[in-house]
């Protein structure tokens, strides 16, 4: 299936238990779509969300029934799924540009900004519970270790952070890689990190190990890996600048198979629905593309273990090298009050 959304797509998410996703747009806008295997896409919603800046970041929040952006305006708008009606706008939430949201938990997400501050914002307590001043440039992208709650974050800066969130600090900070980092997953039941770079080379650390990679893959493409989704803890499904989405194996490392070509401009974004039935893609040629997961995998020697999500964890027994990191000041964090379980009254 394809969605022409009209405009570039930044950032896409799907709908926790519902055939429901969502883009977000150079032009503020947030889409609301409606897909299934035998009908065609349908727009729900199209919202307005942040005026003349682009929609950046999108996710869904309270069990899907509100949708979280983030914009270069520095807001966060939650907006309600159903009406489309805006349930509350944080203003001024970073310091600067927001690039980037992910869930955390379900009270929780994290959101990062273009001068490399993530914070995390906890809805039960209503505020910013936490806030650290982790990369020098913006960050790319983002993961969440929930045994240990664990927050790592790599940036343009070409390094990859551990935000320890029981002790609200950065725990460890690798050291300054040739090539901005510009996606990261954990693989290997937490024992390892995988991030895509701008030169096409994929970087490994080992867990509790994080100055610098211990392996990498050059293979995989002469251009920037800017998507990274894990399939299992063996294999990861890789979208590239060139249009090209691959299947990669971890450890040993090795191109299982191209499985798709989006277009022939950069991959922005990957996802799963909510079953695992389909892969969703967005790129520079403003099409949102679904493709049927046992279609692309069919013949590729790597099977779906599980339809269900599978949640990146590591081991508490392994130890984090310590490693004194630059700080910025840090922007004050501004309460987040919560209706719905989430954002109202601000």
């Known amino acids: 299936m394809e969605i022409n959304l009209g405009k570039l797509p930044f950032d896409i998410d799907f709908h926790p238990s519902n055939t429901l996703v969502a883009a977000g747009l150079i032009n503020g806008d947030l889409h609301l779509y409606r897909y ?6 349908q727009r729900l919603l199209e919202v307005h ?8 970041a999108v996710r869904f929040i309270n069990k899907g029934h509100a949708i979280v952006t983030g914009s270069p305006d520095r807001s966060i708008l939650a907006t309600d799924v159903e009406t489309g009606s805006a349930i509350a706008r944080l203003e001024h939430s970073h310091g600067a540009a927001i690039s980037r949201l992910i869930n955390l938990t379900e009270t929780t997400i994290a959101s990062g900004d273009d001068e490399g501050c993530i914070k995390v914002w906890d ?3 209503q505020s910013c519970c936490n806030s650290f001043d982790a990369h020098e440039e913006y960050i790319s992208d983002m993961t969440f270790a929930s045994d240990s709650m664990k927050l790592l974050g790599v ?3 070409g390094t990859l952070s551990v935000c320890n969130l029981r002790r609200n600090k950065v725990q460890v900070q690798s050291e300054f890689s040739e090539d901005e980092l510009l996606s990261v997953v954990l693989m290997k039941n937490g024992r390892k990190v995988i991030c895509g770079t701008q030169s096409g080379a994929l970087l490994l650390y080992s867990w509790g190990h994080f100055k610098d990679c211990s392996d990498r ?3 995989l493409s002469p251009n920037s890996v800017d998507a990274l989704l894990k399939l299992d803890e063996d294999s990861v ?6 249009g090209l989405i691959s299947l990669v194996g971890i ?4 191109i299982i198979q191209p499985i798709a070509e989006h277009s ?14 389909y892969l969703g893609s967005i790129s520079h040629d403003q099409m949102l593309k679904l493709w049927d997961l046992d279609d692309l995998l069919q013949g590729s020697g790597s099977t779906l273990r599980s339809r269900e999500a599978m949640a990146d964890s590591d081991s508490d027994e392994m130890d984090v090298d310590a490693k004194e990191t630059k700080r910025k000041t840090a922007s004050n964090g501004q309460a987040l009050n919560s209706s719905s379980s989430f954002f109202a009254d601000l």
């Open 36 to 41: 299934g295997a035998n009908s065609l896409p």
């Open 49 to 56: 969300a942040h005026g003349e800046e682009s929609c950046r």
């Open 123 to 125: 809805t039960r307590q």
């Open 155 to 157: 940036s343009g800066d």
């Open 217 to 219: 893959f050059i293979d």
């Open 237 to 242: 499904i890789t979208g590239s600048e060139n």
């Open 251 to 254: 450890l040993p490392n090795r």
């Open 264 to 277: 022939e401009y950069p991959v922005e974004r990957l996802a799963f629905s909510f079953d695992r039935k």
